[in-house]
């Protein structure tokens, strides 16, 4: 007779990206920048800092995600003409717990869990930033994996390496959920996960993910659509 599965495996499993899907990482971000900048500078620098970061990111895996950060900031200073104080280099580090939580965040993540899904976040931040953010949520998670931790950063493919070595997850009963289709969809798809694109910007995608939400109403029932209990 086959051996009955491993408590972990058996476990229905929805692992998140945090920042924009979870917590509001447009307001977040762009808040400071107008707080630096000046409101007329907030959009074109939302989208340098879009362009920025996923190439510090990748030359510097192992960069504390604070740091990261820091740097981009410093580009867009300079980009600017400016010189930001001492003390504002890690503005956008020190204000990240008071990110917002989407709205819909909390009750969603509560019924699926109610529901029996073991959430996880999976997430190129560091273990504070997260850890502050987690507690804003409200909603218990059976654990983070961080870019900091493991020396590297989301596309690459260490984040998900890491949740299986950690979980023993089985993978026909996991489902990643995300905002960033750079980030988060593509690595999802190149590895076989199901994913379900949170895509609050409506954007435009070359190849479809599984489903697609453009918020987290509703994701309690596609969860249980991809992998029934």
Not at 66 to 79: F, P
Not at 90 to 95: D, E, G, K, P, V
Not at 176 to 181: D, E, L, P
Request: hydrophobic share 40%; aromatic share 8%; glycine share 6%.
């Amino acid at each position: 007779m086959p051996s009955e599965p491993a408590p972990e495996r058996a476990c229905r499993w929805a692992t998140f990206d945090c920042y924009g899907t979870l917590v509001d990482w447009e307001t977040g971000i762009g808040d400071q920048l107008e707080r630096l900048f000046g409101a007329a500078q907030r959009h074109r620098l939302l989208l340098r800092y879009h362009e920025i970061e996923p190439r510090v990111q990748k030359a510097s895996p192992t960069m504390r995600y604070r740091d990261v950060m820091a740097r981009v900031l410093a580009e867009l200073a300079s980009e600017a003409g400016r010189e930001l104080p001492h003390d504002e280099e890690q503005a956008l580090a020190r204000s990240l717990p008071r990110w917002p939580v989407f709205r819909e965040v909390a009750d969603e993540l509560a019924e699926a869990r109610r529901r029996g899904w073991q959430l996880m976040i999976l997430s190129n931040t560091d273990r504070d930033l997260v850890d502050a953010s987690i507690q804003a949520i409200g909603v218990p998670f059976s654990g983070a994996i961080v870019a900091s931790e493991i020396g590297s950063y989301k596309p690459a493919h260490g984040h998900w390496k890491s949740f299986y070595q950690r979980t023993q997850a089985d993978p026909r009963r996991h489902v990643h959920v995300a905002q960033s289709y750079f980030h988060d969809i593509v690595p999802a798809r190149e590895l076989g996960i199901r994913s379900v694109w949170i895509n609050r910007l409506g954007e435009g995608a070359e190849a479809a993910p599984t489903r697609e939400l453009p918020d987290l109403r509703g994701l309690p029932d596609v969860l249980d659509d991809l992998v029934p209990l």
